[in-house]
């Protein structure tokens, strides 16, 4: 059984960065495809980035994209989503998914397997 688990949220001025990390176990790294989503109170689930088992190919929403960058170290079975230039509305719980398969999606329903989730507070 695929677990995940994230880390690195917290309470960040506007302008400021973040770097989350979600760490895989129960199987290795290589076979998976990675998510990053996050949902604000009220509102639904939102894809935010993801990555294909190489890393070879990355999607990003557009309401992030030029300010998130996601990574991934498969030797670490860990997958990173570093958000600079962070803003309020950036505010969420956000969580790791994880897909078997080469494919890439924002979509929630791709993905097979979730982490708890990791809170991100922007505010002054």
């Known amino acids: 059984q695929l677990q995940l688990v994230e880390s690195g949220g917290g309470l960040v001025q506007p302008g400021g960065s973040l770097r989350l990390s979600c760490v895989v176990s129960g199987s290795t790294l290589d076979y998976y495809a990675i998510g990053w989503f996050r949902q604000a109170p009220g509102k639904e689930r939102e894809g935010v980035s993801c990555i294909s088992s190489s890393g070879g190919r990355t999607t990003y929403a557009d309401s992030v994209k030029g300010r998130f960058t996601i990574s991934r170290d498969n030797a670490e079975n860990t997958v990173y989503l570093q958000m600079n230039g962070l803003k309020p509305e950036d505010t969420a719980v956000y969580s790791c998914?994880?897909?078997?398969?080469?494919?890439?999606?924002?979509?929630?329903?791709?993905?097979?397997?979730w982490g708890q989730g990791t809170q991100v507070t922007v505010s002054s």
């Open positions: 998914a994880a897909a078997r398969g080469r494919g890439v999606s924002l979509r929630p329903g791709y993905y097979d397997y």
